[in-house]
């Protein structure tokens, strides 16, 4: 039964929580949740989410269920609801062994109206046990998207609390995220078992926001003249690694920045102390790893910048979601280099599960897509993300410097045609090698060299039409079945085009040309490939020495060049340089591969 002091979810909202209206969908949620239904939302960052469950929470009788995968979310909720008046705890890994029986005595008690808890922690039997015997007023998974193979931050344990529903199936659920694309909200509503959940879709868009992508060079000078104009504004730098994150504190530290260093290596104190001292303005700036920020409701961080390439768009557009909560204009800038793309390469083909690593490809290939895009930003972005943008935003470096734009229906027409004639069962890569004729296996295998699009886009570079096909997705005229190896298939609007219907203008591909060959290696090289081929010449010196044979016999010097530019990733890459054969991909690959890889880390 409702409490009596809640009796109109409206009273609620204001008495509690302090709001006077509902964002959009907010009322819909919670009234389904408050009258025993399920729900799933998708919302963006900021948009309100964690009102949806907490509110309901004050509606039902017994205690609501949160379970959340941070601990650092966990604590912001809570202490935000304990300031509300509400009672909330959480039960984590943290807590000390007096703590924790504290927090359960409280729960058989009934003296607590929300319980944040771990999914590990859920899915005790014991756990569980407990909650059966005593009233549950309503389920919620946040972070609901690491529930699905296809989400970008998926977890093994989440996927467990699938086996929910058979303990409590009377008990509304509600699975929420900001971020999911279209296979990872089905994925979701399966696991989950919310098949007949009422389904409540926001906008992602965040118009506030401003999205610039710089290609990456001198990127500590790129950081510094782009914060000289933010002033004393607050905004965080996110990095890939601990030892960048802590480079780049230090470095804007020792040019009078407010700043500090946020990651896993760093102690609980340690990482508290930034966290609060952010929250509180007394730091400007946070330079961080990927997990900071989430749960934290600070609504004034004006810009967030990614000083290395995120590895998926969803995490991109989470992290960037936390700029601008408040509304007001904001800047997301991206700093995007080769080089990061190839690390991330690397560190994916690592990985012992195939499938996994498919789907981790295809969210990375998008990423460069977004990055290298020449369309609105935003269009991108939102379309990745299943949400069509009809007009360009107007508020993206795209949109304010745009590039030089042509009449493409020809060579669009060539690409729905090519990817028409292969029976639309083959990625991009594929539809483009089949345009330029290339001889390959993989061409010769399902006879393709005798389509009518054989060879018909010779006037374009590989990278030209690979930038034209990326538009046409962006554009909504082809689509990547990620479900299906990331195949490309025709829309219903591709149609006019094919028929010449349909006019189709784009971007001029803004490809940077090859370096041109030159009578000396350092003229052909620019600085970060000289670096590299200065490290494979020593090491080539080295094994020359060891093995009592000439330099040039180990490799050539156009080996090394070629792997300066090229940078193989694996044994597979490196047997495509000029000069490796299997025996001495076998002899000095190993070798070779780990100086490159660290050079890529430097």
């Known amino acids: 039964m409702f409490r009596p002091f809640m009796t109109d979810i409206q009273q609620t909202l204001q008495q509690v929580f302090g709001l006077h209206d ?63 008046g509400v009672r909330a705890a959480m039960y984590n890994s943290n807590l000390a062994p007096v703590e924790a029986r504290s927090v359960l005595s409280r729960l058989h008690e009934g003296e607590l109206d929300l319980l944040y808890v771990a999914p590990e922690r859920m899915m005790r ?17 946040d972070e609901a998207h690491c529930v699905s193979q296809w989400g970008h931050d998926f977890r093994p344990e989440y996927a467990a609390l699938g086996q929910l ?7 509304p659920f509600i699975a929420l995220t900001a971020t999911a694309d279209p296979q990872t909200r089905e994925d979701i509503v399966s696991v989950l078992g919310l098949q007949d959940a009422d389904r409540f879709i926001t906008s992602f868009d ?16 790129q950081l510094l003249r782009f914060l000289d104009s933010r002033g004393d504004e607050s905004g965080i730098v996110y990095a890939l ?18 700043a500090a260093a946020y990651h896993a290596g760093l102690s609980a104190g340690a990482r508290k102390d930034v966290q609060e001292r952010f929250i509180r303005d007394d730091l400007s700036i946070v330079v961080a790893t990927v997990a900071f920020g989430m749960g934290i409701d600070k609504p004034n961080v004006r810009f967030v910048v990614h000083y290395d390439l995120p590895r998926h768009l969803e995490g991109y557009y989470q992290e960037t979601g936390r700029a601008g909560r408040d509304g007001l204009p904001s800047e997301a800038l991206l700093l995007y280099g080769s080089q990061d793309v190839a690390t991330a390469r690397y560190h994916l083909e690592k990985g012992s599960n195939e499938n996994q690593k498919r789907i981790e490809s295809h969210k990375l290939n998008s990423m460069v897509g977004f990055a290298e895009s020449l369309t609105c930003r935003r269009r991108v972005l939102l379309g990745y993300l299943g949400e069509s943008l009809k007009e360009d935003c107007g508020n993206c470096d795209i949109c304010i410097n745009p590039p030089e734009r042509f009449d493409a229906t020809e060579a669009a027409r060539k690409v729905l045609s090519c990817v028409y004639r292969v029976r ?68 219903p609007d591709a149609l006019a085009v094919l028929r010449n219907e349909e006019p189709v203008e784009l971007a001029r ?23 590299l081929f200065e490290s494979l010449r020593s090491l080539r010196k080295r094994l020359a020495e060891d093995t009592g044979v000439p330099p040039y016999v180990i490799f050539g010097d156009a080996a090394l060049v070629e792997m300066s530019q090229v940078r193989p990733q694996n044994e597979i890459e490196f047997l495509g340089i000029n000069g490796v054969g299997q025996v001495k991909l076998e002899r000095y690959g190993s070798a070779f591969l780990e100086v490159i890889v660290e050079d890529l880390a430097w």
């Open 165 to 171: 529903r058979a303990h409590f199936p009377r008990t």
């Open 125 to 141: 039997p014991g756990f569980i046990s407990s909650l059966e015997q005593m009233p549950v007023a309503l389920i919620a998974i």
């Open 22 to 84: 509902f964002r959009p969908h907010q009322r819909q949620i919670i009234e389904q949740l408050v009258s025993g239904g399920d729900g799933f939302v998708l919302m963006p960052t900021g948009g309100g989410k964690s009102l949806c469950y907490q509110l309901p929470a004050l509606h039902r009788d017994g205690v609501a269920i949160v379970i959340s995968p941070l601990i650092s979310l966990m604590k912001d909720q809570v202490d935000a609801l304990l300031a509300n």
């Open 206 to 221: 965040r118009p506030n926001i401003r999205y610039t992508v710089l290609e990456k060079h001198q990127p500590h000078s």
């Open 424 to 491: 639309q069962s083959f990625g991009i890569k594929h539809v483009v090698d089949v345009l330029r004729g290339a001889d390959n296996e993989r061409i010769r295998k399902f006879g393709h060299e005798t389509l009518s699009t054989y060879g018909i886009g010779m006037e374009y570079s590989h990278a030209e039409w690979m930038s034209m096909a990326r538009q046409l997705i962006h554009r909504g005229l082809l689509i990547q079945d990620i479900a299906a190896f990331s195949v490309l298939k025709l829309t």
């Open 509 to 531: 591909p803004r490809i940077r040309e090859k370096v041109s060959k030159k009578p000396t290696v350092a003229q052909s090289l620019d600085a970060d490939d000289l670096r």
């Open 241 to 258: 690694s601990r030892k960048r994150v802590e480079e780049i504190a230090e470095h804007l530290q020792d040019r009078g920045f407010e």
